[in-house]
Nanobody, 124 residues
Framework: QVQLVESGGGLVQPGDSLQLSCAAS????????WAWFRQGPRKEREFIAA????????QYAVSVRGRFTISVDNAKNTMYLQMNSLNVDDTGVYFCAARRGLSIVQGADLYDYWGQGTQVTVSS
């Protein structure tokens, strides 16, 4: 099993930046693919970004491309999401996820492990 714990959420203003962290523990060697999802108010959970812990080109949702950056520090078993130029549409609960498969995928049902989520609120 892999346990994931997110942190770094909070209340920010439009245009601000925020960095989320996702710390992994347990059998982290089995978690090859990592991703971030978010769920806004009255919305379904949506894909934000994904990468492999071994590296390679990450994938991003169109809505965050150029503003968000996903990265992994394998030495710390921690994944990050750097979020810049935040806007009100970025408000939601952000979840990190991991999967045993090697492919970078966007479907939430393809991820095996999930964190509990961290709230990000963008408001003026």
């Amino acid at each position: 099993q892999v346990q994931l714990v997110e942190s770094g959420g909070g209340l920010v203003q439009p245009g601000d930046s925020l960095q989320l962290s996702c710390a992994a523990s347990g059998r982290t060697s089995s978690a090859y693919g990592w991703a971030w999802f978010r769920q806004g108010p009255r919305k379904e959970r949506e894909f934000i970004a994904a990468t492999r812990r071994s590296g390679g080109s990450p994938q991003y949702a169109v809505s965050v491309r150029g503003r968000f950056t996903i990265s992994v520090d394998n030495a710390k078993n921690t994944m990050y999401l750097q979020m810049n130029s935040l806007n009100v549409d970025d408000t939601g609960v952000y979840f990190c996820a991991a999967r045993r498969g090697l492919s970078i995928v966007q479907g939430a049902d393809l991820y095996d492990y999930w964190g509990q989520g961290t709230q990000v609120t963008v408001s003026s």
